[in-house]
């Protein structure tokens, strides 16, 4: 209500502003028929101005002000790789029956063009991940989501995060496979339905782990060709990955 009344204050005032400048001219100079011309000339062109400052100008502003936070964004992506998401992506992926049929489509290389990666990316978005999931090491898994529980709240707690849904649902993915974990004093000897209740959350998160990756990747190679070369030489979905230099 306060900021109404200020609002409306500050119309007046301006109203009253522009009135007393009017009256001015018109003591000095005495001839309302050239106020009048000036005034419609001003109110002709309003339409033409509100457009260039409000539309474009803002249109601008906003694209650079959102392109410059996706930017440090992407900062924060490549520390969650670095701290965790690599190890989730490549740790799972031993485990995959299907991992042939995923390396041939999200095995990234040099020559990877804007058209492959958005093709891998569909193909991540909708992953579909044949998995038994008993042969997974859920206790280990868990040892290493529950020592970076800290680091993923504090993630979580980032207000910017909110300008990048996707890595948002991300961290929402990884830290819910934390708490189903966590909740469990023993992931020995679960029942059927349990572990295919896991078995979804699991492929859960890695679909959006994938799907933000090359994401990710697709910047390093545009912005920063010596971390893409680095993941080029790492990432797990080919067939010897290392970081030696061949």
Do not use: C
């Amino acid at each position: 209500m306060k900021g109404y009344r200020i609002f409306l204050f500050t119309a007046a005032f301006f109203l009253a502003a522009s009135a007393l400048f009017y009256g001015i001219h018109y003591l000095i100079f005495g001839d309302p028929h050239h106020i009048f011309i000036y005034m419609l000339g001003d109110f002709a062109f309003l339409p033409i101005e509100v457009f260039i400052v409000v539309i474009v100008i803002e249109r601008i502003l906003t694209r650079r002000e959102k392109q410059a936070m996706l930017y440090k964004l992407n900062m924060v992506i490549g520390a969650f790789y670095s701290e965790v998401g690599n190890k989730l992506l490549a740790d799972l992926f031993k485990y995959f029956d299907n991992k042939d049929e995923i390396s041939r489509n999200l095995n990234i290389t040099q020559d990877w063009t804007a058209k492959d990666f958005k093709q891998a990316d569909a193909f991540a978005y909708d992953l579909k991940i044949d998995l038994d999931i008993r042969k997974i090491d859920l206790e280990g898994l868990k040892k290493f989501l529950s020592g970076k529980r800290m680091y993923l709240l504090t993630l979580l707690e980032n207000p910017n995060l909110l300008e990048h849904d996707r890595f948002t649902d991300l961290l929402w993915a990884t830290t819910h496979l934390d708490e189903e974990l966590e909740a469990r004093p023993s992931l020995k000897d679960l029942p059927a339905a349990d572990l295919e209740h896991l078995t979804v959350d699991i492929e859960r998160m890695y679909d959006h782990l994938a799907s933000e990756w090359l994401d990710y990747v697709q910047h390093l190679k545009a912005a920063y060709p010596f971390l893409f070369s680095l993941v080029l030489r790492t990432h797990p979905f080919q067939e010897k990955p290392s970081a030696i230099v061949a």
